[in-house]
């Protein structure tokens, strides 16, 4: 039962997080962890297989093992984000959720700036 239950909230907080490159509303990276972390519990197969990924090699792979993430790498992280929020914000239909989104791209590009080391 305690494997079962590892590995379900593995399958969904993956799913989350691939939902989570496409709508950036969404973190990414805090669900693929999850992911690594639920697989890590309940099946070692299913934790290679995700460390062996392209997704979890970029999104996940340096922070997961280091903690830091390269200067480099967060250059291609924030355009990324800007990319995929600037047009959420141009297609949110209210105000109030175009200023909601602009502030959670300020967060995003202080915690990944300010609060992550850097590599």
Aim: charged residues 15%; proline residues 4%; positive net charge.
């Amino acid at each position: 039962m305690h494997r079962l239950f590892f590995l379900t909230g593995g399958f969904i907080s993956l799913t989350v997080g691939l939902i989570g490159i496409i709508l950036p509303i969404i973190p990414t990276t805090p669900f693929l962890l999850l992911s690594g972390f639920c697989f890590a519990k309940s099946s070692t197969r299913f934790e290679t297989w995700l460390r062996k990924t392209k997704v979890y090699q970029f999104y996940v792979a340096d922070y997961a093992e280091t903690k830091s993430i390269s200067a480099s790498r967060k250059k291609k992280i924030i355009w990324q984000i800007y990319l995929l929020m600037g047009i959420s914000i141009w297609l949110a239909p209210l105000i109030w959720i175009k200023i909601g989104l602009f502030l959670l791209t300020l967060f995003i590009t202080y915690y990944l700036f300010k609060v992550i080391p850097n590599k």
